[in-house]
């Protein structure tokens, strides 16, 4: 099991909310732990994960893979464990008020250090198509 050297959890849009911040906590700590266990990056030598989750009325994932030379390549786990801990997580954190319809995870190294932002609007900042793929992966990148 790896231990995260720093969790950053950057929530957008939120002023004096209540939720469970322990169970959240570890669900973040879980959804790292499944995107670092994934065999689509246990083996590789990467620098950054940049990975975007929805959770709405669509559930999938998409996201790019970093090397140290700063070369990206498109990658998502192959487990979708991530998803069902993101929609979990989001659920803790509705109870405080509105629901969050996206996040996006950013894992570097050295660390690894996770970084999580979420999306409560569903705006398209994140949204990944075939043809913003290349500009994506550098706005994404950790």
């Keep these: 099991m790896t231990a995260f050297a720093a969790i950053v959890v950057e929530v957008m849009a939120m002023t004096s909310v209540t939720f469970d911040q322990k169970r959240a906590d570890a669900l ?5 732990q ?3 266990a994934d ?4 083996e590789r030598d990467w620098s950054g994960i940049a990975l975007v989750v929805e ?3 669509r559930k ?3 996201g790019y893979v970093y090397d140290a030379e700063g070369e990206w390549e498109a990658e998502t786990p192959d487990d979708f464990d991530v998803i069902d801990h993101a929609r979990a997580l989001a659920d803790v954190m509705a109870q405080g ?3 969050w319809q ?3 995870v950013q894992i570097s190294r050295p660390g690894p250090k996770i970084d999580i932002r979420f999306d409560f609007d569903d705006s398209a900042e994140w949204v990944v198509t075939p043809g913003n793929s290349a500009e994506m992966a550098e706005k994404l990148r950790p």
């Excluded at 973040?28 to 790292?32: A, K, L, N, Q, R």
């Excluded at 065999?39 to 246990?42: C, F, G, L, Q, T």
């Design 39 to 42: 065999a689509n990056y246990v």
């Design 60 to 62: 999938r994932m998409y």
């Design 34 to 36: 499944a995107i670092l």
């Design 28 to 32: 973040v700590h879980d959804i790292g």
């Design 55 to 57: 959770v709405g009325q």
């Design 97 to 99: 008020g509105s629901r």
């Design 102 to 104: 996206r996040c996006l």
